[in-house]
């Protein structure tokens, strides 16, 4: 059975289905296609399962990508708000977390339903548990995609796939191998937003901080973050790590400033002139987690009273909590990062449609392509950018 449509969307994920929806609203007739049993799956688990869906400060400095304006005109052309705005049509609760991190009240589950409410309305296909067994463009325009339940033929293709993240979650890097067989440009994937690893002697030397969770400034080169570290019994993991992770690179070190906004030396000072007969273990476990208090003061190598110690030894001290240069032996993968950097080579496509510059009809959006946002809303607002900025084009 050969059915055909105008546009044809491999991925019922957040891109796909955005795509989906704009390109209904403008009178296409679309299928959508996904091998996975639900539709988007990856918006039901995020954001702890209420979905951080947008991020009100999204803006091009939010995103990694070898060529950062590309992402400049879609951004533009879909804000944070009209999602919002879509989001209150649907008169789903949300609230602002942190940061500009737009979460929904209560699930996830309401952004599903929202998308699929909207792709219903404007009479969008969508076939689920469905592999794809080839792509191919027709000699005289369009597409033939050989599926396990039938062939569709679409003037327009649009890959939606997603990256590698997760592969448990049926992530397979689809998009890629299809940019490939088109000849188009791959720029190298690798994990992102994900947690560091440490070697054995160092997880060794850290295994009583596994649980603590502390305020840190990380930094990598001249990009820093300033959010939750957590040590785990892995390495190291917390928002300002999985953020840090995206630009960090095997055999680079990272610098860690724990609490940034303390002043400890001045904390310390104060408590020698108080109360000289307290341990420097003591003072500083007013203010860190104890377990933290006492591997500081290990890690600066002092002893005794804060009377005996000299401003040498409460510098050390500081130090010990502000001043961490750390090399990670790796990352967990894709196994648990949230996304995938690289992808797709924008210079292959052209920043207003997502369209292949040399394939007509042909389409990348979402995380396959190389733009990948910061931890907090921004790789969810790319996925509708992009989303839409194809479906006004195909
Ligand atoms: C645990 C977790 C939490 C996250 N939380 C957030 C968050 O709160 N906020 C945020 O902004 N971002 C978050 N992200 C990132 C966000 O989920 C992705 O950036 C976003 O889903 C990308 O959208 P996409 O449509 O490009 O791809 P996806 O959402 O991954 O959708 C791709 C779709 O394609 C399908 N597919 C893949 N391969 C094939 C194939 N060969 N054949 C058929 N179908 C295929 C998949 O089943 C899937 O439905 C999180 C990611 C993870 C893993």
Redesign the pocket.
């Given at each position: 059975m050969t059915e055909k449509c105008n546009v044809l969307i491999?991925?019922?994920?957040?891109?796909?289905?955005?795509c989906a929806i704009r390109a209904g609203q403008r009178g296409r007739s679309v299928i959508i296609?996904?091998?996975?049993k639900a539709?988007?799956?990856?918006?039901r688990?995020?954001?702890?399962g209420?979905?951080?869906?947008?991020?009100i400060h999204a803006s091009p400095k939010n995103y990694l990508s070898s060529n950062p304006h590309f992402a400049k005109s879609a951004l533009a052309r879909y804000t944070p708000r009209d999602f919002v705005a879509l989001v209150e049509k649907h008169r789903i609760p949300w609230h602002e977390k942190t940061l500009g991190?737009l979460?929904c009240d209560d699930s996830?589950k309401d952004i599903i339903r929202m998308l699929l409410a909207e792709m219903q309305a404007v009479g969008v296909k969508m076939r689920l548990q469905?592999?794809?067994a080839s792509v191919e463009a027709i000699a005289t325009g369009g597409f033939r995609v050989a599926t396990s339940s039938s062939i569709i033929e679409a003037d327009s293709l649009v890959l939606?796939?997603?990256?590698k993240?997760?592969p448990k979650?049926?992530?397979?890097?689809?998009?890629y191998r299809i940019a490939e067989q088109f000849g188009l440009g791959i720029i190298e994937t690798r994990p992102g937003?994900v947690p560091l690893t440490l070697e054995p002697t160092q997880l060794e030397k850290l295994s009583a901080l596994s649980g603590i969770a502390v305020p840190a400034e990380i930094s990598h080169g001249k990009t820093s973050f300033n959010e939750a570290l957590l040590f785990t019994h892995r390495g190291l993991s917390g928002p300002s790590v999985l953020q840090i992770s995206s630009y960090w690179r095997e055999g680079d070190e990272v610098r860690l400033k724990m609490e940034p906004d303390l002043d400890i030396i001045g904390h310390l000072k104060a408590a020698k002139k108080t109360n000289g007969r307290q341990s420097a273990q003591t003072a500083l476990g007013a203010i860190l987690p104890k377990r933290l208090a006492q591997h500081v003061v290990e890690r600066a190598g002092v002893t005794g009273n804060l009377a005996d110690m000299s401003d040498k030894g409460l510098a050390a001290l500081t130090a010990a909590v502000q001043e961490w240069s750390i090399k990670p032996s790796g990352s967990e993968g894709y196994r648990?990062?949230?996304?995938t950097l690289g992808g797709v080579d924008t210079t292959c496509l052209d920043s207003k449609s997502m369209q292949a510059k040399t394939v007509p009809g042909l389409y990348f959006?979402?995380?396959?392509?190389d733009v990948?946002?910061w931890?907090?809303?921004?790789?969810?607002?790319?996925?509708w950018a992009?989303?839409h900025a194809a479906g006004e084009s195909v």
């Amino acid at each position: 059975m050969t059915e055909k449509c105008n546009v044809l969307i491999l991925g019922a994920g957040a891109a796909g289905m955005m795509c989906a929806i704009r390109a209904g609203q403008r009178g296409r007739s679309v299928i959508i296609v996904d091998h996975a049993k639900a539709p988007g799956e990856k918006i039901r688990i995020s954001g702890g399962g209420r979905c951080n869906f947008t991020n009100i400060h999204a803006s091009p400095k939010n995103y990694l990508s070898s060529n950062p304006h590309f992402a400049k005109s879609a951004l533009a052309r879909y804000t944070p708000r009209d999602f919002v705005a879509l989001v209150e049509k649907h008169r789903i609760p949300w609230h602002e977390k942190t940061l500009g991190q737009l979460f929904c009240d209560d699930s996830a589950k309401d952004i599903i339903r929202m998308l699929l409410a909207e792709m219903q309305a404007v009479g969008v296909k969508m076939r689920l548990q469905t592999e794809i067994a080839s792509v191919e463009a027709i000699a005289t325009g369009g597409f033939r995609v050989a599926t396990s339940s039938s062939i569709i033929e679409a003037d327009s293709l649009v890959l939606a796939t997603g990256g590698k993240s997760i592969p448990k979650m049926g992530a397979t890097g689809f998009a890629y191998r299809i940019a490939e067989q088109f000849g188009l440009g791959i720029i190298e994937t690798r994990p992102g937003l994900v947690p560091l690893t440490l070697e054995p002697t160092q997880l060794e030397k850290l295994s009583a901080l596994s649980g603590i969770a502390v305020p840190a400034e990380i930094s990598h080169g001249k990009t820093s973050f300033n959010e939750a570290l957590l040590f785990t019994h892995r390495g190291l993991s917390g928002p300002s790590v999985l953020q840090i992770s995206s630009y960090w690179r095997e055999g680079d070190e990272v610098r860690l400033k724990m609490e940034p906004d303390l002043d400890i030396i001045g904390h310390l000072k104060a408590a020698k002139k108080t109360n000289g007969r307290q341990s420097a273990q003591t003072a500083l476990g007013a203010i860190l987690p104890k377990r933290l208090a006492q591997h500081v003061v290990e890690r600066a190598g002092v002893t005794g009273n804060l009377a005996d110690m000299s401003d040498k030894g409460l510098a050390a001290l500081t130090a010990a909590v502000q001043e961490w240069s750390i090399k990670p032996s790796g990352s967990e993968g894709y196994r648990t990062a949230e996304v995938t950097l690289g992808g797709v080579d924008t210079t292959c496509l052209d920043s207003k449609s997502m369209q292949a510059k040399t394939v007509p009809g042909l389409y990348f959006i979402g995380e396959c392509v190389d733009v990948t946002g910061w931890l907090g809303g921004y790789n969810f607002q790319w996925a509708w950018a992009s989303g839409h900025a194809a479906g006004e084009s195909v």
